[in-house]
């Protein structure tokens, strides 16, 4: 009788670990889903023609309404450059101006997410991708050492309607000796 007791008693035990181990647990997460790896794969391409400034084919990843917001403010404050063409001259005369002689990331992140709901900020829905890294500039012979973190959106045509930046803007400052971003407002 003992161990027809322990016997069932282990049983019992065993069902109730088994079943608590297979609790199906959702996540509830109604904004937000995993991207496709092409945004990633994408986002990573525009990071490396940035790196060698090659700032033509870079434009060709951009939508003719691009939105660049530099991180140098808050949501209502922020430098934003509006449309391609401003894009890409403000990047080519700052290649032209800055006295930077070249820039390496290095460590990237890539995460592609899909939007189902608008973020307050961004205010569209669709594919983004968080990325980080380190990027080594070279200014006037000065190197800069920097962590980096941007955030794309994508259109449907998969080109970047979007890019927001943050990250510490005081050592590019101090290398340039001058804060470029001020310069363009005043003109």
Known sequence: MKKTRVWT??????????AGC???????NERWDIGSPEYAEMAEQAMMHMQSMDFDA???MLADDIEYYFPDGDAGTRTVLTGKTAVL???K?????SGVSSMTFSNPVFLPVVAREAPNYAGLT???VISYMSNEMVFNGSTVNIRMNFTLHFNDEKKI???????DRSPIINAMGTNILSTSEEN
């Open 58 to 60: 870079w434009g060709e």
């Open 126 to 128: 669709g594919p983004y």
């Open 161 to 167: 309607d979007r890019y927001y930046s943050y990250y």
């Open 22 to 28: 297979t609790q199906v647990v959702e996540d509830g």
């Open 89 to 91: 001259d403000w990047w």
């Open 9 to 18: 008693g282990g049983i019992l035990m065993g069902m109730m670990l088994l």
């Open 93 to 97: 005369n700052w290649e032209n101006t």
